[in-house]
């Protein structure tokens, strides 16, 4: 029995094109994994803490001498961790603000990077320890894809290779805020997933 774990971000919440687009794939997904498991974490419903120095305290603190408070932090650390972990397939939705991704998912990405859970450093540089296949679905208001305003997708990308995942594909509609032609934009992209 296979599983995937979704990730949103959009603070548009239902609303949202990545969060349609990723809804279509994992509407697919079902279809052809009848007996999979769906783990579903909304980073902007529930945000992480941002990672700050607290954070980094209470994960390099020996265990026997961490407060309560970094105890509930490492756990929540431990848990998002374990969710990718368990998933043959992660399938993320994110909106492009101001040419990057959003803070909301930069914090879960900040908290799943952990040395020698995640990853690990060799005499040859980071080594990813993950293996999951991953599909990336995003949406912008222009067509920021492939230009050099775009730091979402090559940030994504460099990500998830980071941590060894195989991104097996990427979804963008972009111009969702161009009328028309974002509409045709997002109706080619939901069909080229709708394919797959």
Known sequence: MKTLLRIDSSASG???TSRKLLNEFVANWLVKNP???VITRDVDANPLPHFTHDTLSALFSPEDQRTTEQKAIVASADELIAEVKQADVVAISAPIY???IPSTLKSYFDYIARAGETFKYTDQGPVGLLSNDAYVFTASGSFLEGTPYDHQMPYIKTFLSFLGM???DS???GGQAMGDLGQEAFDKT???IAAL
């Open 166 to 168: 195989n991104l097996v």
């Open 98 to 100: 101001n040419f990057s």
């Open 14 to 16: 239902e609303n949202a």
């Open 35 to 37: 007996d999979g498991t």
């Open 171 to 173: 979804f963008t509609a």
């Open 190 to 192: 939901k069909a080229s």
